[in-house]
């Protein structure tokens, strides 16, 4: 059975840094478009970073500049290094592997919450 597990997250103070890992089981995930997205309270999931097979990437606007997605193939693992965390960020991050209309594939999140 595919899992997809998230870690890193806690509890950070404002302009804080935090990263994020992603890992699978029986996948690889090189072969995937994986993406992090996010969730806050009374909200819906959003999109936070996504990055290609190519390794080409996209952020949304809110984190441009903050938030840096990356690959480590060799450990099967996709990252999320969040700096200058604002209270805003405080979310649920999930991981997300998706191959074309095959296979999608979400972790169960980790908790991040920016505070003082």
């Known amino acids: 059975q595919v899992q997809i597990v998230e870690s890193g997250g806690g509890l950070v103070q404002p302009g804080g840094s935090l990263r994020l890992s992603c890992a699978a089981s029986?996948?690889?995930?090189?072969?995937?478009?994986m993406g992090w997205y996010r969730q806050a309270p009374g909200k819906q999931r959003e999109l936070v970073a996504t990055?290609?097979?190519?390794?080409?990437?996209n952020y949304a606007d809110s984190v441009k500049g903050r938030f840096t997605i990356s690959r480590d193939n060799a450990k099967n693992t996709v990252y999320l290094q969040m700096n200058s965390l604002k209270p805003e960020g405080t979310a649920v991050y999930y991981c997300?592997?998706?191959?074309?209309?095959?296979?999608?594939?979400w972790g169960q999140g980790t908790q991040v919450t920016v505070s003082s």
């Open positions: 997300n592997a998706r191959l074309d209309d095959i296979a999608d594939y």
């Open positions: 990055i290609t097979l190519t390794d080409s990437t």
């Open positions: 029986r996948i690889t995930l090189s072969s995937y478009v």
